[in-house]
């Protein structure tokens, strides 16, 4: 068939590919959405457990009412109401068993929210409330005008800077931390957690509410995703590895080459991988170009997550974060979920986020941890036998937030004139995350839409 104008090949099956594909299919694009897995979804994806008959998820994903272009997406395609929006933020935390406090702003219009639930959050003494409040709304002037200090700055230096004691860091500011941004607090920038702040908790109410799938992560979005672009004329591809992609003489990409021999061409091409996939497609010379060889200082972070089927439920919530324990949160799916299995009554998920120290242990070890911080936490469970346990390890969950690694990160524009990126480690202002690889799906489909003029 001949190569159009508005044939595009978007390469990666994951948010930030089918939220690109999505956007030019709207656009009126013919588009390929080329997937080398099985299935669609990347990093967020979910499969059903045989034996249990539970969806499992790789790992639990958290959105937030600030994730804007993601819900805009989701809208789309059509996908909102498998969404469950809580109405406001509303975070229990355990600080030992039965110590909890709960993070609930309060009624007042955004950023002021904010403040009720800093200063009645009873982990902390008052002065160290406020002392908090205060460093809160500190880092959102220092975030107007000092970015760039911000920029050079880690987490933990910001807190130096902001005078917070050991425990609003411990209880409040490296909790935050670590599970926006996927990494030790002496690590991660400062300046992705004053843009975490700011967008989820100093803006509207609204945005500071959690939001969850209560279906599999890859029901959420990945059949309706592919619904629509293939009612608009376009193709949705699983098991197609992209191996390479080829030039014509004017340096232009002219065929994505794929390993079962394949080839196929488009006038404009959206390179939807990860960083270190991205290069193995380039040949050597592209790889060369300044542009291309900076993504080699992007590292990346792990992310460590346990499922547990018990023989009882343990706890009401919904999910619990743990204070001072290896485990960081607990997500209980009989809560999250609408659509359960018959074999076990609980089943509890678990997630450690910057897992560097844990990633290499072995499943039993790290199950062994989760349930033992689960029995500190809970006494319930201290009754509750374990039916079955699965570990995932995501080695490369996110690119490590570090502020050189953000300093690397591309925009969606390369010096390949028909060659556009998008995945959440895109220079968005924001740390690695759904948010993040959506909207840099949408910035590549809106370049292409400019460059060809529609
Ligand atoms: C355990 C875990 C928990 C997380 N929790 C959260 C959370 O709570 N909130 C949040 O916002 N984010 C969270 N994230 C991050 C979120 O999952 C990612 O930001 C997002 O899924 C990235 O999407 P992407 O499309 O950019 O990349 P990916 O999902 O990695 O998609 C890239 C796709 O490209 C495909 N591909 C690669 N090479 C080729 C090739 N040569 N040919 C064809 N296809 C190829 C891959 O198979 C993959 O499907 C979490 C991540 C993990 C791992």
């Not at 346990?306 to 290896?326: K, N, P, Q, Y």
């Not at 924001?430 to 690889?437: M, N, W």
């Amino acid at each position: 068939m001949a190569v159009e104008a508005k044939d595009v090949v978007v390469i990666g099956g994951g948010f930030a590919g089918l939220a690109a594909g999505v956007a030019l299919a709207e656009k009126g694009f013919r588009v390929a959405v080329l997937e080398s897995k099985p299935g669609l979804g990347g990093r967020a994806c979910s499969f059903t457990e045989p034996t249990t008959g539970d969806f499992v998820d790789n790992g639990q994903h958290v959105l937030m009412g600030c994730y804007h272009e993601t819900l805009r997406f989701l809208d789309r395609i059509g996908a909102r109401d498998r969404l469950i929006f809580h109405r406001r933020l509303e975070i229990e935390m355990l600080d030992g068993p039965g110590r909890r406090a709960t993070l609930r702003t309060s009624r007042l219009p955004g950023p002021f929210h904010m403040t009720g639930a800093l200063l009645r959050y009873r982990h902390l003494t008052i002065r160290e409330r406020i002392r908090l409040m205060l460093g809160g709304m500190r880092l959102m002037r220092l975030r107007r005008r000092e970015r760039e200090r911000l920029a050079r700055m880690s987490v933990a230096e910001l807190m130096d800077l902001l005078g917070q004691g050991a425990r609003a860091r411990q209880c409040f500011w490296y909790p935050l931390a670590l599970a926006t941004l996927n990494d030790d607090p002496e690590l991660a920038s400062a300046a992705l957690l004053a843009e975490v702040l700011k967008r989820g908790f100093f803006s509207r109410r609204s945005d500071s509410a959690f939001v969850y799938s209560r279906v599999g992560l890859s029901d959420l979005y990945c059949g309706a995703a592919s619904s629509l672009i293939d009612r608009a004329g376009g193709v949705v591809a699983p098991r197609a590895i992209v191996d390479g992609l080829e030039f014509d003489d004017s340096g232009r990409i002219a065929t994505v080459r794929l390993r079962d021999g394949g080839r196929l061409g488009a006038a404009n091409f959206v390179a939807a991988v990860p960083p270190q996939n991205l290069l193995k497609l380039l040949p050597e010379a592209a790889v060369a170009d300044p542009f291309f060889s900076r993504l080699q200082a992007l590292q990346s972070s792990p992310i460590v997550c346990v499922h547990l089927w018990l023989d009882r439920e343990v706890t009401d919530s919904a999910f619990v974060g743990f204070i001072g324990t290896t485990t960081q949160w607990l997500f209980n799916k009989r809560r999250i979920f609408e659509r359960h299995g018959e074999r076990a009554p609980g089943y509890l998920s678990f997630v450690i986020s910057g897992a560097r120290k844990l990633v290499e242990s072995s499943n039993d070890e790290l199950a062994a941890i989760v349930i033992n911080d689960l029995r500190a936490m809970i006494p319930a469970a201290r009754e509750a036998r374990v039916l079955k346990a699965i570990v995932i390890r995501e080695k490369h969950a996110t690119i490590a937030p570090d502020p050189l690694s953000d300093r690397s990160r591309p925009a969606v524009v390369t010096p390949i004139d028909n060659l556009f990126l998008a995945g959440d480690w895109i220079q968005t202002g924001l740390p690695a995350t759904i948010e993040s690889a959506v909207t840099s799906g949408h910035a590549a489909a809106s370049a292409i839409a400019a460059r060809v003029g529609a």
